[in-house]
Structure formats: C-alpha cells, structure tokens
C-alpha cells in the first residue's frame, strides 16, 4: 500500500491511542477505562485463561452461536441483503477529510482501494480477537478462532467491496437499483422455496441433530441452497475444524478464495469518488445532526413543522426550548399525536377487559405493561443521552444567553421528559386497567395508577438529569471521535451504573417519606387505597425535590463548564 | 460599554490570554487582531461568558459578568465565527426562539425589518440545510441584533458573505456603533477593520502588543505615517515579543 496512506491510518490510530492514554492522567477518564476493562477482563477474555473447569452455559451457547449455522445463515442473509438493498452506485465508506485530501491528490484509484481494504483490516483483526474471546465456549482453541474469525470478516469485507462496484457496472448495462432488488429477491425466494421442496424426511435422521438445530443443519444441507451456500461453508471451515492440522487444511480452499476475492473486486473496480463523496456527507450531516439533538431521527431530513403552540415572545424562557425541541421531534411529538398514539393501546386494554375469557391475555398484557414501563425508566435515558449531548454543540450559543444554567438544563429537558413520560403514563395506564380488572379490590389498582402516575414524571425527570449530569461531568467522551473502544464501553457501563446508583439514592428518602405518610394516613383513615395514595403522593414530592436540587446543581456545573478545557483533552 | 480587566485564561499549563486590558466605549468599534492562535477567539468567548476566565474582570455595560450575570448578558451579543443555527427551526421561527429567550416584545416587526436589511426577506420559511454559509451568518446577525444588543462581539463576521453581503454588513457595523452600541470585531481581514473600526487591539501569544486609536497605532509603531493597519500588524507580529501594558 502507498506509504504515505500507511502512514495516515497508522499514526491516526497511534494518536487515538495516546490520546485515550493522555486522559488516563485524569482519575475520572482513567476510571471509565478501568471499568471498561475490568469488564473486559472478567466477562469476555477471562475464559481465555480460567483453569476452574466447565465455562458457565451462557458463554457455551454464545460460543456455540457464534461458530455454529446460525452465523453462517447470518453471514448469508447480510451478503444477499447487501446485493439486495444496496446502493447502485459503487459508495465506499471514506470520511470527509479522506475525500477532501486523497481524492484531489495524485494517488491511483487502486491506491485508494488497497487504503479501505487495509482500513478495513484493522478492524477485522480487532474484530476477530473479540469475536474468538467471545466464542470461548465454543470448544475451539483461541489461536484457530482468531484465524477462523479473520478469514470470514475478511471474506465479508471483500464480498461486499465487490459488491459494490459490480453493482455499478450492472447499473450501466442496465440493471438498476429496483430491477436488480426484484430480479435478486425473486431468486431468493425460488432458491428457498426449492430447497423446502426438496427438504426430506424427518431432520434428526440425515444429520444426527433434533430440534430447531437439526432443522436447520438439514435445511442448509439440501440443494439448492446447500450448493449456494458451499463458499461460505469453505470460509468457515477453518474455524469449525476439529484439529490444528484440519484447519491448516482447511485453509487451502479459504484462502484462495479471499484471493478471488481480492481479484474480482480490483477487475470490478469502477469509478467511486462521486458515490463516496456523497456518502462521506450524507454520514457527516447524520452525524452532525445527531450532535445537534436530533438524535435517532436524525436519519430523517429536516422539514418545515408548524409551531406545537403558539410562542409568544414574553414569558418563561425555557418555554422557548420546549418549543423548539418540540419542532426538533417532528410533528408525531404534538400533544394531539402523543394523545392519539396512547389512545390505541388503552383502546385495546379496554378491549381485552371487556370479554372475560380474554382476561389471560389481559394478566400478560398488564404484566408485560408494567414491566416495560420501569425498564424504559431505567433504559430511556440512556438511550437518549446523544439528544442530550447536543447542548454542547449549542453551548457557545446559549450560554450567552441571559439565562441561567438551570433554566438552559431544564429546557433541554423538558422535551425527552414530557415524551418518555407520555409513553410511560400509557404503560401505566394499561398496566392499571389490566390489573383493576383482575384484582378483587379494584380501589387498589386506582390508587397505584394514581401513585405511578404522581411518581413517574418526577423520576424519568430524575433519571434524565443523572444522565445529563454524568455527560457534564465527562463531556470528553460526547465527541464523536472520542468514541473509540475501550472509553466507549465504559462510558456505557458507567453510565448504566450511575444511573442505577442515583435511582437507589433517590428511591431512599421518597420511600422514608412515602412510609411515614401512609402509615400516618393508615392509622388515622383507615383506607388501604388512600393511605397508599398518599404515600405515593409524598413519594413523587419528594422526588421532585430531589430533581430541583439536582437541576440547579447541573446549571451550576453548565455555568462553569469550560468545554475548551475538556474537549481538547 | 465594554470593560476587560486583567483577563487571563489558562488551560493547564498553556496561557491563551494573558493579563488582558481594555475598554470599549459606546460608539467604539475596536477590531481584535492577532496571529492564529494569540487568544482571540478565546477573548470573545469568555467576554460573551461562554468559558470562565481563570483571572480578571469583563463588565458589560456596567454589569460584572461573573457577579451579574444575567444582566449582562441581556445588553449582550455574541455571534461566532461559525453559525450555530438550529437544523430543524426556519429563519422565521429562529428570531421567534430568540425573541423569548431575550423577551422581545416588538420581535416580529423587528424581526422581519432585520430580515429584509440583510437580505433574507424571501427565507423566512427556510431550513438552515437551504441556506448558503453566507445565509446562515447573516441569520445568526440577525438573531444576535434581535434584543438591540448594546455591546456585540462579532467572530469573523464577514465570513462566507458576497461582496453585497459584506457592504450591507459594514453598514450594519456602522449603524450600530452610531447608535451607540460598543462593538468588538475579530477579524483576519485587516481592510474591513480599517474601514469600520474606531480602535484597534493587536494580540500575539495571547498578551496585548498594541491597542490605541488607528492612527495612534500608526503613529506609535510604524515606520511611515501613511502605512496600513497591515504594515503595523506584520511590524508588531512577526518581530515584537509579546507584553503588556503596551498602550499606544
């Protein structure tokens, strides 16, 4: 390969790599690394070196998995999707610095290619050392799993390059994007309907398995998919082989085919620069438009939406946030669509209540309700941590404005609050209406819905404000380019974990107070259904205060934020 | 009015800024030049209270920044080097954000005035994504102009404007500072800040190496009485240290 893209690639990732390794000077980036690898080191490579005896029966069946037909099938599936839905034109994934300096520079286009398929190498080798640490279970010692996995990411890599530049010439002979994805599925389709056809016999005769394992062993051995599939039998034959010696021969067959591969994508070789130049943008605005807030919708384009209400230009300020996160979200985050939105599942709720015989649908429609309502709580947040994360790129902006730093944290808020808020009330609603229909004393179930419902705003606003109050406290780690490895599974992990540590922390004094209110209201009342009211009620109050407190100590911390300071470390 | 005393801002060992001092009266247009790198960006951002400085005081229209925060900001305006627009609000709906954030009660009389003076009349219903580079800044302009800001701190202002652009928004420069607002441009282009500014600061390392009127700078550190503001920058940034307190 051309020294000087060797070079790039290299000292880019040796930079990334001093980088990571000059933050490691600061306790808390060295903290998240340490958790990150910890984690590493105990769940995913201490098989590698455990002496105590039988690996657990999850890690067996992830190596089981991760070797056996199910991934040859996933292999399969992604190659066809890929001929399927892929783009006509030939896009190879460059960023837009690449595009900016390589494309204009005096370097032949299989210069470039030869760059991406080494790109594409590291990340195959990083990706095979996981992959084998993974596959611990599997009963295949580590150096083969390494090689195996290296020959079917490499073969995955190389299929697709060609992939795309023959999808390309078959563009110019005519075959666009649509007929090329009727032609291909119609294929598909006839090639698995013709192997079912001739599907024989019971599956545990022909292949000494039973059950969904065995099924699928025979239906992957029958013509003609078995004759599809027999390349991609090859490439994972190294890796399923019972001996070193078997591998090393299997690697006859494999490696010649990488080889063809090699050759069929350098013979294909179109023209990409337009394709990836426009790729390269479309990836950057996605990504800028992640950062600016818009978060998973961020694949869509952004449109003229009508106001969700009236602003008027006096008024609270974090109003005007609200507002505008609204327009952000897109016009399903309307007050009239949330309500329309929740309308369907209370509807069928009321349904299933109804028809009494239909009240064993109801117990797991309630169950399921409720269970999915906490876990949103818990996972919500996270999830929404990189809509959070745009208040730094807004931040040289808004903090000019004459506002505080709470009332700026609180209007970046209100939006992600109020939304996983309407979908939790909903759960709730459904979970409460499920079990008013099934519990004896229906009072009890109002008066959960009642206490869920006081609660679960101030603690999805909680979980929320922990979320954007650990991304305060790291804001390193919310530059794109800094999730890399080992500081991004860390982050994840502390992330999860401090969030579960702030709702204990918070649930603690709620449920002092929520006791003593109920029992209070229980001895002088005498009602189950309000003394729990009530302690609900007291719970949610004192929650809310708790979210007060910690609002204007993340506006404190927003104030004295010095994202220089942080962001170039 | 803008009062900087004793500004200093560090990043662990590197001093950006360095014991700065200077003042802008009403009417005032200083221009903030510097080498890349001598601390100017750094200036503006901790002058709008963006970033904290590490030392010294910044007084907006009398209001100390860090004591009096709000009120400050409230005469203020800050407009970046790059336009921070929101992906998904129009040009219409952008002053109507800003108008609540400022409480502009006169906002879209005002507002579509400010449209129509930079050029932007027929984009109030476009997205930031249809609108050129230059577009976009004279959208943030207008959203920084919405409150009647009196003291503005302008980042490259003329950057991506056409030739028109860049005449309407002298201008507007002008204007402002004949309406009594103090304004602090940083630019590279040296003839803008000849044509519009009243004062200029020279910075190099992050320190002052020169500030005065244009013609005391002149006088006090060129060789020639007619030399340009480009003559005195490579004079004083390619040989003076840097020091402060070097008042012209």
Known sequence: MNGALAYLELRSRANALLGWLRRLREPRYALGSLVMLAYFGFFVFRPLWSTDGELPRAQRSVGGLLTGDLALVLVFLSLAAGWIFGGERAALGFTEAEVNFLFPAPLERRALVH???????????????????????????????????????????????????????LLALGLGAKRRRAVLSALLVALLAATWASRAGPAGASTGRFGFEGELAALLGTAPLAWVLAPLRAIFAPLRAASTAEMLSALAPALPLLAAHYLWAMRAMVGFEEASATLAEKRSARLRAVRAGRGLLALREAKVRVDPFA??????????????????????????????????????????????????????????????????????????????????????????????????????????????????LTLITVAAL???????????????????????????????????????????????????????????????????????????????????????????????????????????????????????????????????????? | MIEVEGLTKRYGDLTAVRDLSFAVRPGEVLGLVGPNGAGKTTTLRAMAGVIPPSQGTIRITGFDLAREPLAAKRELAFIPDEPRLFDHLTAEQHLRFIARVYQVDDAPARGAALLAELGLADKTRALPGELSRGMK?????????????????????????????????????????????????????LGLLEAVCTHVLIVKDGAKVADGTLGEVRRHFAERPDASLEDVFFALTESAPSASNDRA
């Not at chain 1, 790109?119 to 084998?132: H, M, R, S, T």
């Not at chain 1, 580590?142 to 020959?151: L, T």
């Not at chain 1, 109801?362 to 809509?387: D, E, F, N, Q, W």
């Open chain 1, 115 to 169: 760059y991406r398929i080494f790109k594409g190498q590291l990340a195959v080798v990083i990706g095979a050392l996981l992959y084998a640490a993974l596959a611990a279970g599997s009963g295949y010692p580590f150096g083969q799993r390494v090689v195996g996995f290296w020959v079917v990411l490499s073969f995955f890599n190389l299929h697709m390059l060609a992939r795309a530049f023959t999808c390309e010439r």
């Open chain 1, 311 to 424: 602003l008027a230009p006096r008024g609270r300020a974090e109003v005007a946030f609200l507002w505008e996160r609204l327009i952000a979200a897109g016009s399903w985050a309307s007050p009239r669509s949330l309500c329309g939105i929740a309308a369907l599942p209370i509807a069928a709720t009321l349904g299933l209540r109804a028809v009494p015989s239909w009240h064993g649908a109801l117990r797991t429609v309630s169950i399921l309700a409720g269970v999915l309502a906490v876990y949103a709580l818990m996972v919500g947040p996270a999830l929404a941590r990189g809509s959070l994360a745009a208040i730094f790129e807004r931040i040289d902006v808004t903090k000019s404005y004459p506002l505080r730093g709470w009332q700026v944290v609180l209007g970046e808020l209100l939006v992600p609050i109020a939304l996983l808020g309407a979908g939790q």
């Open chain 1, 434 to 569: 499920g079990a008013g229909a099934l519990m004896e004393d229906p009072r009890l179930a109002i008066a959960g819905w009642l206490g869920a419902a006081a609660l679960t705003p101030p603690l999805t606003a909680l979980m929320f404000g922990a979320q954007l109050g650990l991304q305060l406290a790291l804001p390193a780690w919310f530059r794109p380019s800094q999730h890399v490895g080992v500081e991004l599974g860390g982050q994840r992990l502390l992330f999860v974990f401090g969030s579960m540590l702030v709702f204990a922390a918070a649930l603690i004094p709620a449920a002092v107070a929520a006791a003593a209110i109920s029992g209070s209201a229980w001895v002088l009342l005498d009602s189950r259904a309000l003394s729990a009211g009530l302690g609900a009620l007291a719970a949610a109050l004192t929650v809310l205060a708790e979210f007060v407190l910690l609002l204007r100590w993340l506006g404190g911390k927003l104030e004295r934020l010095d994202l220089a300071s942080d962001l170039t470390r």
């Open chain 2, 137 to 189: 800044q004279k959208l943030a302009i207008a959203c920084g102009l919405l409150h009647r800001p009196r003291a503005l701190l302008l980042d490259e202002p003329l950057t991506g404007l056409d030739p028109a652009g860049i005449r309407a928004m002298k201008q507007t420069l002008r204007r402002l500072a004949s309406d009594g607002a103090a304004l602090v441009i940083s630019s590279h282009l």
